[in-house]
RNA sequence: GCGCGCUUAGCUCAGCGGUAGAGCACUUCCUUCACACGGAAGGGGUCGCAGGUUCAAACCCUGCAGCGCGCACCA
């Protein structure tokens, strides 16, 4: 590291130490390698979409992610952290076709299905990427040989063989049912992908005359107007005393207002659903347009009246006057209308929450429609598996379960799964995973042309739970109930049972029959096509290929034998750590840990760790119409990426929401910069003919070095000096800190940990002290001292140099550990710096010769090493009460406006005799000019002075004393003594504290009270001595 | 409506039973041979409100208020 500059430059040094680790392929996970001694520890990243960019949450999400895999590579585990990207059908499908019509003015039917498949991979390829250069500008340690897509052939056919699975299990069916359709993107979607938003609009009242009593009228209130020419009926609780006479009859629709009187009458029904209490108790029900209504109207068999095309246009059963109009502006004009009859009573300011959608941001439409649906498999295991809040962990012969960080998203969890819905799968879209089935309606003669032969024989029409084998070569055909065949191939040699696909027919009207063939079986699937079938134009939702990322991705077939001898799969899976935000728990989470069990037979991760949401630092959400969004390159660029990293975690709290603020990575920067010259400040000692020192020796071959790596030979025990023994002891504070800050996931703990530590344990105390021995001629100056018991004779150059050498190696030693403490958190700069000391010379390559990256996590200080340095917690009160002095011996100068830069003479009033070097150090951190140690110094009267457990120091200034200054400095003092001694007495004066209170708190409570008026007493003759 | 979270220094947040903390911002001094992306000292808080438990409460319990977020078929 020769001439190394004053502030630290990431740019460079980023890209270099990135590409090195690329070249020695440091994140690639090998599982030959995995065995006791070094047990597997995995991670898949949350895939980004290919049409995302880095945002705040990708910078915190993997971050943290990058951090658990450091910390678990430096704990000795061999790592797979997995990555890739995720095709994100709607969202992918909304750029390109955006994309379209910007450039080409072109919609995606114009140009057909196949052509727009090609240019999505075109674009995949030329766009899907981009984020994940930018992962690896981060620093993310990704082993990128196994980067997968989740439209990787391999994948897709994951994807499609699940499929079969759950459609021969019956647990994906084919239903006419209640969606959400989303207008703009002309797709249905699931419940998870619509956004409840509150809405401000009217709620209008009109009435309708009972025909069987005309002159009577009902008033309804909707706030949908514009569906009344698709009103079925009027529905009125059957409990409602007002409405109870009408029940029966019928009421005339006002809309559309061209029809005949008898086409608009609908029925007056009773329902229990009905509350009197909203509105006037009277609902219209529209069965096509509401899901609530598409239930009453199941329940009262009526009529569901489609009266909008897909896009939310009015069609013509909406009639003339609406028809053709989009669903808003049909709103206007049906208000108009009822207007003009007169139907309408009145109109009142109304909001309330409409249901959008999440991708196209348009509300949604309640629309009648036939989809694929999935009922959820292994719902049962799933959520028995996540470790409530308030249950003992590990209770019992319990299997050990999934944790949750924090603990109350299992809450949220477990609700979710206590009310699972079937989830919609089908989207009408092209790009993603076509929906594998394949479909003709036929006569039941022409059948027999288009089955397989066995297939034939064995099909009843009648057929229940009767199950026929035919053994047709090494094909199986079985029929099962629900009026399914699976066809299954047969291992000859290993019995081995695979499904192929699963064949269900629907008798239709007379002779007819429709049959539907699951298969992702390439062969079966062009054999059908020859034969008429077609496949089903949809694509599976975007999270139906999400939800196996965890085994998927490791290459799982689902066939026993092959996954068997999966040696990724056999030893990364279950992952160790998920980490992801709270807003898709429902999206990916929940249904990964179902995919897990019922294909995995096993839970898909041991924890979930749940970042918070990144807001702007007036606390709105990110968003690009906003502009509020930072971008992280760009932030990397000006401060670096580890001052991101840091930054980023230290202002990042667990679960909790993160304001961000681009002051915070200024921190990070500001750090990483006081690490440098950290690091810069030892590297210049170098000349003292100190040997670079290894940090570490092994730790497998000698047990209690272990615990201290390093330098027994280095650091001489007997020449350690009381501030040597401090930070050690702190350094020991600092790495179990780390080590429960992790156990626990707390990340922005453990910054905290670092920064103190490292800033003012390390930096601003240890350092400064240590320059008393380091400084060329420091044991040479004149430091007026009494101490009879010098621990060495302080002229013999060859003492000095020993004791400077010593305190190289206690410097190297915790620089060493510091190193390795931030690597996971700053990966580059503590690569820098570690190559840069040389601490990586003397290690073997594996254990941080080659890289930090692989160096050992430090242990906490052992017993063993604290007794052989003689560290103990009274060297420990002895700084503190040195540091207390300089502290106070400061704050002198500061009262009595001594420039800083001002030498200036002290006095301490020794009460026990004090080494000379402890007296250099003081004098150093007092920036004094001398500091003569004198048991019996006498003060003239007015002397500035503050007291400390190492007895009394003196400012004196002769005749520059301002004496009522000073007395104003002292009774402000007295005062804060004066309040704190009330304090404690007070409560020491309660009979019951010495009773009942613990004897070290009471103990303790004594001391604090003594110190408090030792203070008082100090104070108080300082004020007499000047008249005060 | 149900559930969850938050309310501590001007700002952003730690602390969750025994002397109120950090970063930023602020005041003053200092370009002292690692660092001005720095050093030193300092000011600033009845820990949302009201009760309760306890020798002791920011911390535990019960209400209340305000803010935020989920979930829910109130048209």
């Known amino acids: ?19 090195f680790w690329l070249d020695r392929q440091c994140f690639t996970a090998d599982p030959a390698r995995v065995s006791e001694k070094r047990p597997a520890y995995s991670i898949v990243i949350p895939p980004p979409n290919i049409t995302g960019v880095l945002h705040m949450g990708h910078v915190l999400n993997n971050t943290v992610q990058d951090i658990l895999a450091r910390k678990a590579r430096m704990d000795g585990k061999e790592v797979l952290w997995l990555p890739g990207t995720d095709h994100a059908s709607i969202a992918t499908h909304m750029v390109l076709e955006r994309e379209l019509k910007k450039k080409e003015g072109v919609t995606r039917y114009d140009l057909g299905r196949e052509k727009f498949i090609e240019r999505a991979w075109e674009w995949k390829a030329q766009y899907g990427s981009i984020i994940i250069a930018q992962l690896k500008k981060l620093g993310c340690s990704c082993d990128w040989s196994r980067e997968r897509f989740t439209m990787d052939p391999e994948y897709s ?34 419940d998870e992908e619509v956004e409840m938003e509150p809405q401000k609009g009217f709620l209008w009242y ?4 009972v025909a069987e009593q005309p002159g009577t009228f009902l008033t309804i209130a909707t706030t949908r107007p514009e569906t009344i020419p698709g009103d079925t009926a009027v529905a009125v609780n059957p409990k409602d005393p007002r409405y109870v006479r009408l029940i029966g009859k019928h009421a005339i629709r006002p809309l559309p207002a061209e029809l005949p009187r008898e086409k608009k009458l609908v029925p007056i029904i009773a ?64 208000v108009e209308k009822l207007k003009a009859l007169g139907a309408l009573v009145k109109e009142e300011p109304y909001e309330n929450k409409i249901g959008f959608s999440q991708r196209a941001k348009v509300p949604i439409e309640p629309r009648l429609s036939e989809q694929w649906f999935l009922e959820y498999p292994s719902v049962d295991k799933a959520q028995a598996c996540v470790e409530q809040e308030g249950s003992a962990p590990g209770a019992g012969a319990l299997p050990e379960k999934m944790r949750f960080h924090p603990q109350r998203w299992a809450k949220v969890y477990d609700h979710w799964m206590n009310n699972i819905q079937d989830w919609c799968i089908s989207r009408q879209l092209w790009w993603g995973h076509r929906i594998p089935v394949w479909t003709k309606e036929s006569s039941r003669q022409e059948l027999v042309t288009l089955l397989p032969r066995a297939t034939l024989e064995s099909w009843k029409w009648t057929d229940e739970t009767r199950t026929t084998r035919y053994a047709d070569g090494s094909l199986e055909i079985e029929t099962l109930v629900d009026q399914a065949i699976v066809r299954e191939k047969t291992d000859h040699k290993s019995g081995e049972t695979r499904l192929l696909s699963v064949l269900r027919l629907k008798p239709k009207d007379g002779d007819r029959v429709f049959i539907e063939v699951a298969t992702y079986d390439e062969a079966e699937a062009a054999q059908l096509e020859t034969k008429g079938f077609a496949r089903d134009p949809d694509v599976l939702d975007t999270w139906c290929s999400s939800w196996l990322w965890p085994f998927a991705t490791m290459g799982w077939t689902g066939d026993q034998s092959q996954d068997s001898k999966n040696a990724t799969l056999q030893t990364f899976y279950p992952t160790t750590d998920l980490v992801t935000a709270p807003d898709i728990i429902f999206f990916w989470v929940a249904r990964m840990i179902m995919a897990g069990y019922e294909f995995m037979g096993e839970m898909p991760f041991r924890n979930v ?12 959400k990110m968003s690009k119409t906003l502009g509020n969004s930072p971008d992280p390159l760009e932030l990397i660029a000006n401060y670096g990426a580890d001052a991101l990293r840091f930054g980023t975690m230290r202002s990042a709290p667990p679960g909790q929401d993160i304001l961000f603020d681009e002051k915070d990575v200024e921190l990070g920067r500001n750090f990483c910069n006081k690490l440098w010259n950290a690091c810069r400040f030892r ?60 156990a626990e996931y707390k990340f922005s703990e453990a910054t905290s940990t670092l920064y103190r530590f490292f800033w003012s344990e390390y930096c601003d105390w240890y350092v400064e002290a240590s320059k008393a021995v380091l400084s060329v001629g420091a044991t040479e100056r004149q430091s007026v001292g009494i101490s009879d018991a010098p621990t060495l004779p302080r002229s013999d150059a060859s003492t000095r140099a020993a004791r400077r050498a010593n305190k190289l190696a206690v410097i190297d030693f915790v620089l060493g550990h510091t190193l390795r403490l931030f690597h996971p958190f700053l990966p580059v700069i503590t690569e820098e710096l570690w190559h ?65 830069n001002k030498k200036v003479k002290f006095i301490l009033k020794v009460k026990e005799p004090l080494p000379a070097s402890e007296a250099d150090v003081i004098k150093l951190l007092l920036n004094a000019e001398t500091l003569d140690l004198d048991p019996n110094f006498a003060p003239k009267k007015g002397t500035p002075s503050a007291l400390s457990d190492l007895g009394e120091l003196f400012l004196p200034l002769e005749g520059l004393v301002d004496v009522e200054a000073e007395k104003a400095r002292l009774k402000k003092e007295l005062a804060k003594i004066d309040a704190e001694i009330e304090k404690v007495q007070s409560k020491l004066n309660n009979p019951d504290f010495a009773q009942k209170v613990p004897p070290n708190v009471l103990q303790e409570h004594k001391k604090r009270l003594a110190d408090w008026q030792a203070k008082q007493q100090q104070v108080k003759s300082a004020l007499d001595s000047i008249g005060g």
């Open 609 to 620: 760790y749940f970042t918070g949401l990144i807001r702007d630092k007036q606390g709105r």
């Open 271 to 334: 329902d229990e659903q009905i509350d009197p209490e909203f509105g006037t108790g009277v609902l219209k029900v529209t069965p096509a347009h509401d899901k609530a209504d598409f239930e009453i109207g199941r329940r009262h068999n009526l009529p569901a009246v489609d009266i909008m095309n897909p896009n939310a246009t009015m069609n013509d059963l909406a009639g003339a006057d609406l028809g053709g109009l989009d669903r808003f502006e049909a709103r206007k004009v049906a």
């Open 206 to 209: 009109f009435k309708v005359e």
């Open 683 to 742: 590297q210049m000692q170098s000349g003292a003919g100190v040997p670079p020192a290894a940090p570490e020796t092994t730790r497998e071959t000698e047990g209690r070095r272990d615990a201290c790596p390093t330098l027994e030979g280095e650091i001489n025990p007997a020449l350690l000096t009381s501030d040597d023994k401090w930070i050690l002891l702190k350094l020991d504070q600092a790495i179990r800190e780390m080590d429960a800050a992790f």
């Open 157 to 190: 056919h994951c994807v499609e063989k699940v499929f079969v699975e759950l459609y021969k299990k019956g647990l994906i069916y084919r239903g006419k049912r209640m969606v959400n359709w989303c207008p703009a993107t002309l797709t249905a979607l699931s």
């Open 836 to 900: 840069g000391l040389g601490y990586n010379g003397d290690l073997p390559a594996n254990q941080g010769g080659d890289s930090i990256m692989f160096a050992h996590w430090p242990k906490p200080l052992d017993d063993d090493f604290k007794a052989h340095y003689g560290l103990n917690e009274s060297d420990k009160g002895f700084v503190d009460a040195k540091y207390e002095l300089v502290t106070r011996g400061r704050n002198l100068r500061r009262e009595l406006n001594v420039a800083a």
């Open 1 to 19: 590291m020769p001439e190394i500059p004053k502030t630290y430059e990431p740019q460079a040094v980023e890209a270099k130490w990135y590409q």
